[in-house]
């Protein structure tokens, strides 16, 4: 506009001076010719030639003729510059009607000093003329000029033109940050038209499905749907087509790779700028790993379910869910149970501290165990094993508690009638205890007697009667000596028995010195060696302690092969324990043997082979037993005996382990 402005300037600047020289010489031209005029007389006259008047209106009438003239010229410029100009004939009209009005006032300058009227009148009709076209022109165009807006309205106009474009602008930008957004979007997201295909096709359609976009586009999308799924394609679309959205739509998609994967879709209709339904944009999340981590969730569900009774309690006890197997077992529907506190099922048998230290647990976010026994709707008593388990806030406080009970009913029944078992057998045992130590305590006087008496026959009459005879009182000798024996052994199994109650921290070293004293008769003749190293110390009964060791290393020696014996004793702790060995190389016990040599009165060899009455393994496990210890045998015939035993650590020895561990 600048440049175009001072190209018009420079116009008129130039045009101006021309025009003033050509009024100029004309003046001088009629100047010369002034004798020449007709019979009119020129304006001259009326002005007297006052040359003040005559310049005056000579230079009036010249600036108005260029005004006029350069007006039209202006507009041609305007025009030639393909300025875009409403109502062009009017436009023309206005030029014409301009020149003719200029070309009036340059005869007025002519007529000055000539007197051609009749052309200034020509002139002067031709521009009314013109004038009165340009007016009848004008006449019909007068509501489109006043439908013109204002300038005021240009403005505005201007300015919402102005913002349409920046908001277009903007548009585009949004445009092309949301195709960015579409591009990058980890979801399969793609556009169909409502024949099924597919228009576009973003990367995370192809790295759900496999398909590029040169391989999809063009394609119908039921490429990607399993035939099972077909109808469900077109309900979709034509729902779409009817205005209508399609949310979270869990169905299957087809992979390139004929592979299946689950997905949630979103469909929604695509418009155009009529707002008509042209297609549908569809938007694929991968629910796979949901669908699987959903259905293995289930099924420990089922599985959890078909084990153990759940229920879920707001903080103030109130149950807000409960499962059918509780509902079973409680005898209540899950309609009675909603809104109810859980001592609903309370049976009353708990004391109240009990319930106030299960309260405490939980109230401080800890998980609590233990053994409850509940009531059904029917009054029906039952036990449950019971966990609850706290679900903590945001402020770290429980929200609500669950409790997984398994019904442990039979297994208490069970307890309470071993328990019951248990009692009777101690008291059987107690009786049969003192039972054997009164039988055998009171039995040894008579049987006593009988063996003196016999005795005295023997020495009296043998010989004397017939050689039967003789055979008869030897035995009955001989069955009252195993008969004194096997009470004698009786007694003492009774007593081990009887006798274990004083229990303290005792030497090993010690117990196993006292037994090899006892045995040293038996050590010297068979010639065994008895080793062992340094034994710990055991809370025990020393008697019975040194009566177990003599018993084992006895039947070492007993039951020795044809080398001379050799007894190997040594300790091993077992964390709270010491496990003993006793090994030996004699004749060895067959594996099928290992249970019943520790019975009573259990023999493997007849008393001509080896001597005694079966009894010394039995009081060996009798005395390990109530120790609280085990005893058992490894053993292969004819390859020597290891007889392994387990006694309680002394509190000192126990500690000492500890801090070394």
């Known amino acids: 506009m600048k440049h175009l402005s001072a190209h018009r300037l420079m116009t008129a600047g130039i045009t101006i001076p021309v025009a003033l020289a050509l009024l100029w010489f004309m003046a001088q031209a009629v100047g010369n010719t002034a004798a020449r005029s007709s019979d009119f007389m020129p304006h001259g006259f009326c002005y007297l030639w006052n040359p003040r008047i005559v310049w005056l209106h000579v230079i009036s009438d010249g600036l108005l003729t260029l005004s006029y003239y350069c007006i039209p010229l202006l507009f041609i410029v305007s025009i030639r510059r393909e300025l875009v100009l409403p109502f062009t004939r009017v436009f023309w009209m206005f030029v014409g009607f301009i020149l003719s009005c200029g070309t009036i006032h340059l005869i007025e300058i002519w007529n000055i000093w000539h007197s051609d009227y009749v052309l200034s009148g020509a002139v002067k009709a031709f521009t009314a003329l013109i004038s009165a076209a340009t007016v009848v022109m004008l ?155 959903e259905q293995a969730l289930r099924e420990q569900k089922y599985a959890f379910d078909q084990h153990a009774d759940v229920s879920t309690t707001d903080v103030d006890g109130r149950i807000t869910y409960a499962n059918d197997r509780f509902c079973s077992i409680s005898k209540y529907s899950r309609e009675e149970l909603m809104g109810q506190n859980h001592r609903i099922v309370n049976s009353g048998l708990h004391p109240k501290e009990f319930f106030r230290q299960l309260w405490d647990t939980i109230g401080r976010g800890e998980v609590w165990h233990g053994e409850i026994r509940n009531r059904a709707k029917d009054g029906a008593l039952y036990w449950s094993h019971t966990t609850i388990v706290p679900f903590l806030g945001a402020d770290g406080t429980p929200r609500q508690y669950m409790a997984i009970r398994a019904n442990i009913t039979e297994r208490k029944l069970a307890e309470e009638r071993l328990a019951g078992k248990i009692r009777e057998l101690a008291r059987s045992n107690a009786e049969l205890e003192q039972f054997a130590y009164v ?103 020393a008697i019975q302690i040194t009566q177990l060791f003599q018993n084992l290393i006895g039947n070492a020696i007993k039951f020795r092969g044809k080398l001379p014996p050799v007894v190997q004793i040594a300790a091993e702790q077992n964390g709270d324990e010491w496990v003993f060995s006793v090994a030996d190389n004699g004749i060895g016990i067959a594996a099928e043997h290992s249970q019943i040599i520790f019975a009573i009165f259990q023999r493997l060899h007849t008393r001509n082979e080896y001597s005694g009455n079966g009894i010394g393994l039995a009081i060996c496990k009798k005395i390990v037993e109530r120790h609280g210890g085990r005893i058992w045998v490894e053993s292969k015939e004819g390859q020597g005996a290891t007889f392994k035993f387990t006694l309680p650590a002394a509190e000192a020895t126990t500690r000492n382990a500890s801090a070394a561990g």
């Open 439 to 541: 039988a055998s305590h009171d039995l040894q006087e008579p049987l006593r007697m009988v063996a003196n008496y016999t005795q005295l026959l023997a020495e009296r009459y043998r010989g004397k009667l017939d050689e039967q005879a003789d055979k008869y009182i030897h035995y009955a000798i001989d069955g009252a000596t195993r008969m004194q024996a096997m009470i004698q052994d009786l007694l003492t199994y009774s007593r081990a028995g009887r006798q274990g109650n004083n229990i303290h921290n005792i030497d090993v070293n010690t117990a196993v010195q006292a037994a090899l004293e006892n045995l040293e008769p038996v050590i010297r003749e068979s010639g065994a060696a008895v080793k062992y190293d340094r034994l710990p110390t055991v809370e025990a009964n």
């Open 139 to 293: 006449i019909p165009l007068v509501p489109e000029i006043i439908a013109l807006p204002s300038r005021l309205q240009l403005q505005k106009l201007n300015g919402q033109l102005h913002e349409e474009m920046a908001e277009r602008k903007r548009a585009e930008a949004r445009n092309l940050r949301l195709a960015a957004i579409v591009d990058s979007s980890d979801n399969a997201i793609l556009s169909k038209d409502l024949s099924g295909t597919i228009t576009s096709w973003n990367k995370g359609a192809e790295g759900l499905y496999g398909y590029s976009e040169d391989e999809i586009v063009g394609q119908n999308v039921r490429l990607i749907v399993p035939g099972n799924g077909y109808a469900d394609e077109d309900c979709i679309l034509a729902k779409i087509a009817e205005g209508h959205q399609v949310t979270r739509y869990e169905t299957t998609r087809k992979r390139k790779d004929g592979s299946e994967v689950q997905v949630s879709l979103s469909v929604s209709p695509l418009r155009d700028e009529s707002g008509r339904i042209v297609g549908a944009s569809s938007i694929a999340h991968d629910i796979t790993e949901r669908v699987a981590a």
